[in-house]
């Protein structure tokens, strides 16, 4: 490294959405591996947890910055204080369910609020002279989903796979990564893209599939599980995720999408009744044991995508990354951790989450009075 590159790493990078499950934990990595300042801003939706960051709110090479991507004015003010190295976009509406139920919030930040941060990304860039110009990059942190579904035989999702969004979550990470591939294009702007499969471990909200399953389980309301429980999806656990981003960031190529996967295919029955396993073992006195007996199917979500798989040699061949974590190690981890952080779940699902919980699970066939 010559001492212009040692000076920029002095420049922090701006997060979006660090307080969210995934960014929480990129956070915590990336301040534990000593990698430079670090800007977070997040708008602190129901998604969006201070608890998630606790210990490095205190932190010299931490800061916290209370905003809207939606806010051009208040992400170009930051841009200009902050004078990041590098944008790691993660701030999104994430979850299938709630975009069905109200789609504007996601067409509004997945969509809107990637607009205005690429057009203030590009006007900070475009202002950016010598090394620091050199050094910029924008990465945008998306999905498999965009893929659409897959069927049992079909190989898995590639870089080159073409875009068929089924959910208004989908529609919306889908459009938002044609605007990023479109300001590399015709702008010039050095971003990357990475399309990663379901992730899980520690800060998961409890809306989704696994947190949700580990906190009925332990209080004995039922396992809601959406039709037949055969979908597949590829699991990833969390910090490999993030392992996978830094690697991005650091090795990847401007304008060139990265597949992130760990070659986890499990149907969500599978994965229900792993839980339910590891929630016999650790919580050996549970009066709900065994806790498969909790296993409730209820009417399908709508448009429900079979299967995903991701197919990750490109970041595996070409920047040297790979998934560290096997799902039973993963998945022992993250209910161990769940297990160890009741206070946390309380915390989150106190509130507004009830009214998701009965709005999302009080219609469904099979779960009289939703799952709580
Ligand atoms: P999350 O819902 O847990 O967190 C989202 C975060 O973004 C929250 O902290 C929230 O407060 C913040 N946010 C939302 N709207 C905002 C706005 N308008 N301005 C500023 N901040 C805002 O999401 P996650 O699961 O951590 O996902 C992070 C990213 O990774 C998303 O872009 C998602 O599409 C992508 N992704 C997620 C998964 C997964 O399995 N969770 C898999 C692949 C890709
Ligand atoms: P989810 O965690 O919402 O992630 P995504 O929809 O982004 O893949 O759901 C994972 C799978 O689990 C998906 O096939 C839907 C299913 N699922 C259930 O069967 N029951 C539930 O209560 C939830 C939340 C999800």
Redesign the pocket.
Known sequence: MDSKQANNVKAPILVTGGAGFIGSNFVLEWIAAGKGPLVNLDKLTYAGNPENLISVADNPAYTFAHGDICDAEFVGKLLREHRPRAVVHFAAES???RSIHGPEAFLKTNIDGTFTLLKEARAYYDGLEGEEKVQFRFLHVSTD?VYGTLEPNDPAFHEDTPYAPNSPYAASKAASDHLVRAWVHTYGLPAMITNCS?NYGPHHFP????P?MIANAQKGKPL???GD?Q?V?DWLYVVDHCKAIMTVLEKGKPGETYNVGGGNQRT?LQVVNTLCALLDELVPDSPYKPHAQLIKYVAD?PG??RR?AIDARKIESELGWKAEESFETGLRKTVEWYLANKDWVEHVTSGAYQQWVDKNYGSREGVAGG?R
């Not at 809306?207 to 696994?210: A, D, F, G």
């Open positions: 979850h299938v369910d989903e379901n809306e989704k599939l696994i949700l809601p599980v959406y429980g979908q999806r969500n979500r429900h995508d995903y799952a």
